[in-house]
Nanobody
């Protein structure tokens, strides 16, 4: 059984910073494909960042967050982080962590690339 545990989130003022964590367990902890998604109050679920955690940690970012969001992993490779800086009101959303063992052949930002999802954590940005 796979568990995906998300922590972090909360309320922060515009231009502030926040960090989210995601720990995946199960499948002998072999999750090579790990990502962050978000869903705003009136938007669909969108990919914000992803990482191929095996062999160098290749990263991917949505254009809307490049330069402000940083995805990283720890040495165990089954934990990823999302460091968010220069927060804007449009970053207000529920943030989700998604993982899978291998690449499914689609775009990193497609929700169906990931079979395992954590619970969402709310990030609220106030001006």
């Amino acid at each position: 059984q796979v568990h995906v545990l998300v922590s972090g989130g909360g309320s922060v003022q515009s231009a502030g910073s926040l960090s989210l964590s995601c720990v995946a367990s199960g499948y002998n902890d072999q999750f090579n494909w790990m990502a962050w998604f978000r869903q705003g109050p009136s938007t669909g679920r969108e990919g914000v960042a992803a990482m191929w955690t095996n062999g160098g940690g290749t990263t991917y970012y949505a254009d809307s967050v490049k330069g402000r969001f940083t995805i990283s992993q720890d040495n165990a490779k089954n934990t990823i982080y999302l460091q968010i800086s220069s927060l804007k009101s449009e970053d207000t959303a529920t943030y989700y962590c998604a993982v899978d063992r291998n690449y499914g052949g689609g775009a990193w930002s497609e929700t169906n690339e990931y079979n395992f999802w954590g619970q969402g954590t709310q990030v609220t940005v106030s001006s």
